[in-house]
């Protein structure tokens, strides 16, 4: 049996076996320690904050930020960056609104086109990275701007809304796509089924399976990756895709949603994305990441943007928290990554110390071939 297959051999058992052992299990119970800790000092300071409409309001805008965040986990874990996936989040929706409410497209053609549009743009993020050999925080700054420069410029900076449809549009079509986003399943906003249904795909695909394992040794290893003929290529633009796909989906739920969006509806969604994903233990180095704790780290900014809001802090505010807590969970990680480094050439230098070298071993009397 090949000795990757092997690996990933009983994939559930040998996750739960090992958790307790992993690094990044003790930063989600120290991320939801903190949650809980900054969730009762706003409390205190108003009494609205645990209230199950300001909850609900949370949860939502954790969703979202949450969706976008699963796909640049992968990117990131595959030790490479998307800046663009605010640009994608408000474009899908936006071509969306323009094939259904201008062109006349049924619903069921323009949703998947928004998508599909998206996901091209992240295989445009992916060729040139892998193969034109530019990196991609350049590649994605570049096409941040890009994208959201076609964007405004096919809805030309205006807000669609349904209820301003340039042509009428169908009464059912209309109700399907208020669901898709906007309504509840068993009393739970559909933006959180979303989010639950997204986060399950890809903790399945990064925990679970050979992808995630293979996607691991990319970005912890690309060396490596290459001598083991591992199609490097192929798996980083299939993330950068990823990327695309979700942070279009999380846009067009929103515009289910709110029922409005605006060509530049994504321009303050890139930083909090990353923040989350750093905050929940992806190294920018790549190789590592959690699903777990991608969406620990979601939900702490936003119980921060929905505390401060609630007590009136000012944006700026909340921007200086955001910030100052994706600098200390950036210096955690390097100080993790420098003590692991530290702690494996001790070990080395002890190993090295208890053996003797072999031209010592066969100086020994009992090895001498002239004693023989």
Not at 78 to 93: F, I, K, Q, R, W
Not at 252 to 277: E, K, N
Not at 356 to 369: E, K
Request: glycine share 12%; with cysteine.
């Amino acid at each position: 049996m090949p000795a990757e297959v092997s690996n990933v051999r009983g994939p559930l058992v040998r996750w739960f076996a090992g958790l307790s052992s992993r690094p990044q299990v003790t930063r989600v119970v120290a991320l939801w320690l903190v949650t809980i800790i900054v969730a009762a000092f706003f409390q205190s300071q108003n009494s609205a904050f645990l209230t199950q409409g300001n909850l609900l309001d949370l949860v939502r805008a954790a969703s979202t930020l949450g969706i976008v965040a699963m796909g640049v986990t992968l990117v990131v874990i595959a030790g490479e960056l998307d800046l663009s996936v605010g640009s994608t989040y408000a474009l899908a929706p936006t071509v969306v609104a323009v094939l259904w409410m201008e062109q006349g497209w049924p619903l069921s053609i323009a949703l998947p086109a928004g998508l599909i549009c998206v996901i091209l743009a992240g295989v445009l993020n992916g060729v040139l990275t892998v193969y034109a050999k530019i990196p991609s925080f350049v590649v994605t700054l570049g096409t941040f701007t890009l994208i959201a420069g076609i964007g405004l410029l096919i809805g030309r900076g205006q807000y669609f809304t349904p209820a301003s449809s340039f042509r009428p549009v169908s009464p059912a079509e209309l109700d399907f796509f208020v669901h898709f986003g906007g309504a509840s399943v068993a009393g739970v906003p559909a933006q959180i089924v979303w989010l639950v249904a997204v986060s399950l795909v890809v903790f399945v695909l990064l925990h679970l399976s050979l992808f995630g394992f293979r996607l691991r040794a990319v970005g912890g290893n690309e060396t490596a990756a290459r001598l083991s003929r591992l199609p490097v290529a192929r798996y980083r633009i299939i993330v950068f895709s990823l990327s695309a796909g979700l942070a279009g989906l999380a846009g067009i739920i929103d515009f289910s949603f709110l029922q409005a969006t605006q060509p530049a509806s994504g321009s303050g969604l890139t930083f909090p994305v990353f923040a989350a994903v750093i905050i929940g233990g992806a190294s920018l180095a790549g190789g590592s990441g959690t699903v777990i704790g991608t969406l620990t780290g979601a939900l702490l900014l936003q119980t921060l943007a929905n505390g401060l809001s609630l007590i009136g802090a000012g944006s700026g505010v909340q921007q200086i928290f955001t910030g100052a807590i994706t600098v200390i969970a950036v210096g955690i990680d390097r100080w993790s990554d420098i003590s692991s480094a530290v702690r494996s050439a001790v070990r080395r230098r002890r190993r090295t110390a208890v053996q003797p070298p072999n031209d010592a071993r066969m100086a020994a009397p009992g090895n001498s071939p002239v004693g023989q």
